[in-house]
């Protein structure tokens, strides 16, 4: 069974940053795409960010300019750096696993094309 393990999460003051990271023991991540997802209370879980076994980077709107998705294939970990935080931003914060290629709609990652899911790390944007 394949397990991903987020860290990073944790309250940060508006304005400020969070590193992700997400990691698997069991599986070498270097083929495939990772993306993180968000689920904020009382709505769905939504796409945030992609990035490719080959590099190509996809994000939703609201987070271009403000997030940076990375991956390190020596170290087997995908990043999400979060910058200029809004209490938006709040939230659980999944890694996933898409073993087809980053599966996006309008350059936003699908639920549709995960695989494989982490057990979320919380983001909390607040004063």
């Known amino acids: 069974q394949v397990q991903l393990v987020e860290s990073g999460g944790g309250l940060v003051q508006p304005g400020g940053s969070l590193k992700l990271s997400c990691s698997s023991s069991?599986?070498?991540?270097?083929?495939?795409?990772i993306a993180w997802f968000r689920q904020a209370p009382g709505k769905e879980r939504e796409g945030v960010a992609g990035?490719?076994?080959?590099?190509?980077?996809y994000y939703r709107d609201s987070v271009k300019g403000r997030f940076t998705i990375s991956r390190d294939n020596a170290q087997n970990t995908g990043y999400l750096q979060m910058n200029d935080l809004r209490p938006e931003d709040t939230g659980v914060y999944y890694c996933?696993?898409?073993?087809?290629?980053?599966?996006?709609?309008?350059?936003?990652?699908?639920?549709?094309?995960?695989?494989?899911w982490g057990a979320g790390t919380l983001v909390t944007v607040s004063s």
């Open positions: 069991r599986m070498s991540l270097g083929s495939y795409c």
């Open positions: 990035i490719s076994d080959v590099g190509k980077i």
């Open positions: 996933a696993i898409d073993l087809w290629g980053c599966t996006t709609v309008d350059g936003i990652p699908q639920i549709a094309g995960v695989d494989h």
